[in-house]
């Protein structure tokens, strides 16, 4: 009975920083996709290879605005090894970032 309680723990453990990592790379992915566009660059090649960095993929890629005013939202997948049936087999974190002119001005 104990073992199975620890197999548990350990398998509910893996998912949650398996989470918190999918999360952390959405993050990374879409404040260099940011700073790209920000420098004049094309953002969602940036986050593909930031998010492939950090052991995930991108899953989709979306910027709006223009050069002044502007959100890159992007989304990303880390694939969960080794899988276990009857469970997720990845995991899906989503993070957006940009500029926006009304932002700390108290609008």
Known sequence: MVFLFVGVMVIVSGYVLAARRAGQAADLAAISAAA???FGDPGCPVADRIALGN???VVSCEHVGDYLEFAVTVEIALDLQPSIPGLPTSLVAKATAGRTMGA???E
């Open 36 to 38: 790209s566009i920000d």
């Open 104 to 106: 700390g001005s108290g």
């Open 55 to 57: 052991g995930a993929r």
